[in-house]
C-alpha cells in the first residue's frame, strides 16, 4: 500500500508541475527570412493555429513556450518552415500534452506565396485576411475559419474537418471562384457557389458538421 501512496504522489506532483509549467510560460517568438521558405507545414495537437499577414518581410511565429516541451518547435528545412507540437518524452507520460486553450500565431508578409499545410486533431485553424494561393488545411474535430480571405489566382484550396464546423467570408465577393461543398449543415448567405466562370476551386468538408458562407 505504501509503495502505491507513493507512486501516487510522484505522479500528482509530476502532473502539477507540468501543468504549472504550461501556465507560467511567456509568449516568444522567433524570426524566419522570407526569402528561403517555399512551403509552410502546421502540425498541431490540440493548440489552435491563427494565421494573419503584415507589411513586414520576414515570417513570424508566435507561441507560449516557443521551442519549450509541451509548446511548439519551428525549424526550416529544405525551404520548409516545419512548425509542430513538442509533447513530454516517452516515458510515463508518452505522448502527453497540456492545453490551456493555448495557440500558436504565424505573420506573414503580404506577398509571401501563402503554400500552406496545416493539421490539427481538435485544435481551431483561423486564417485572417489572407489572400491564398494554395492551401490544405485538416482537422479531426477542430473549426476552420477563412475570415476575409481573398482567393485570385489560388490553384488548390482545401479545408476538411470531421466533426468541426467550417466559417468562410471573403474580403470582397470573388470573381472566378466554384464552391465546393460537402456538410451534415450548409449555411450560404451568398445565395450562389459559382463566381464568374469558377476556374479557381475552394473545397469545403465537413461531414458531421456545419459550413457557413458569409
Partial sequence: MKKYLIAGSLILMVVG??????????????????????QIEINMEEWDVQIVQSKEPTVKVFAE???QTGSVRAKVEEGVLQV????FEKGLFDGFSVKN?????IVLPERYPNNLKIVTKSGDIQLDKI???????????????????????CK????????????????SEP????????????????????????????????????????
Fill in 17 to 38: 508541475y507540468l501543468f504549472w509549467s504550461s501556465s507560467s510560460s511567456t509568449e516568444s517568438s522567433e524570426v524566419f527570412p522570407a526569402e528561403g521558405i517555399e
Fill in 65 to 67: 513556450g516557443l521551442g
Fill in 84 to 87: 509542430s507540437q513538442v509533447t
Fill in 101 to 105: 486553450n493555448q495557440k500558436m500565431k
Fill in 131 to 153: 489572400s491564398l494561393i494554395n492551401l490544405s488545411a485538416t482537422s479531426t474535430s477542430g473549426d476552420i475559419y477563412l475570415q476575409k480571405i481573398e482567393t485570385k489566382d
Fill in 156 to 171: 488548390k484550396l482545401k479545408c476538411l474537418t470531421d466533426s468541426g464546423d467550417i466559417d468562410v467570408s471573403f474580403k
Fill in 175 to 214: 470573381t472566378n471562384l466554384k464552391l465546393n461543398t460537402s456538410a451534415k449543415e450548409l449555411n450560404n448567405e451568398l445565395g450562389i457557389s459559382k463566381f464568374g466562370k469558377g476556374e479557381e476551386q475552394l473545397d469545403l468538408v465537413s461531414p458531421n458538421g456545419t459550413i457557413s458562407i458569409f
